[in-house]
């Protein structure tokens, strides 16, 4: 694996999570300063985090409270009314059925943005101006498919990408998304969360095991957390005790239970043809 440093975690105690103990929630770092905006991309089926987001931050109106996802009819309202909800997708361009959240972006100083897009994160924080990246004070994201770019020692588009945010943000927390793969020891899908630069005043490398007890939990109950336990999450040296070799045995599982799957369904295929 290439370019790791862009994953290094850096310490920030005052942490809090919004959302359910499952897919669906994350962390965040606990600001002194209010919010003037709040973004939710990517909106599915599920805003607990949004619905516990705007709980605690009542201030924020809801003409100041997007959602934005085109592949839903209807916003989920039973979580929050206090939101305007905008059926366009996020993308590096504009027309009916996309929007690149320029506008919005310039209109205030103090965003707050969830973004869990599917893989177009990448195109859209590329297209994004420098400048406006200045008005945004935390990020919680989910990036996907990240092996594919840290694997290679080649300049691509998700390094680009964690590029241009470390330039802007420091990273203060890492969880691994146990629905997609590891690969050297690398989650496939991952939850990242930023905070704007000028409200960190020392920079210190993380030395807290990942995950975090009681703050994460695992996005799929059926399996194991995504241990990240080791540079670049984390600056100790971790060993892997008996109970974290444990964890690798029993997320095999996951691995053995598809290949029993497809097995089964080639088998049956075969006997319908050829029987």
């Known amino acids: 694996m290439y370019n790791l440093e ?5 310490q920030y105690k005052n942490k809090k999570r919004y959302g359910k103990k499952k897919d669906g929630g994350y962390v965040i770092g606990l600001l002194k300063n209010k919010y003037d905006c709040y973004i939710s991309c990517g909106v599915g089926t599920d805003e607990s985090f949004t619905r516990d987001f705007l709980k605690e931050h009542n201030y924020l109106s809801k003409n100041d409270c997007y959602a934005f996802d085109g592949t839903i009819n209807d916003y989920p309202y039973k979580y929050t009314k206090n939101i305007t909800f905008i059926k366009k997708n996020i993308n590096n361009y504009n027309n009916k059925f996309n929007t690149d959240l320029t506008e919005i972006i310039k209109k205030y100083k103090n965003i707050f943005l969830s973004i ?9 924080l590329l297209s994004l101006d420098n400048e406006l990246l200045n008005n945004i004070s935390q990020i919680v994201i989910e990036f996907h498919n990240i092996c594919s770019g840290f694997k290679s020692n080649k300049d691509n588009n998700i390094i680009k990408t964690f590029k241009k945010l470390s330039n802007k943000f420091t990273l203060i927390h890492a969880h691994g998304n146990n629905f997609g793969l590891i690969l ?14 000028s409200y960190i005043k020392t920079f210190k490398l993380n030395n807290e095991i990942l995950p975090i007890k009681d703050l994460d939990f695992p996005n799929s109950r059926r399996y194991h957390d995504i241990n990240l336990g080791f540079y670049p999450f984390t600056n100790n040296l971790y060993i892997h005790s008996p109970k974290t070799m444990l964890w ?13 799957f497809i097995s089964v369904i080639i088998i049956i295929n075969y006997i319908f043809k050829y029987l």
């Open 116 to 124: 869990d897009i599917e893989g177009g994160e990448y195109d859209w």
């Open 248 to 260: 690798y045995f029993l997320n095999f599982r996951k691995y053995i239970q598809s290949f029993i």
């Open 184 to 197: 050297n020891n690398i989650p496939d899908i991952i939850e990242l969360t930023y905070i704007n630069k």
């Open 6 to 10: 862009l994953l290094k975690v850096y």
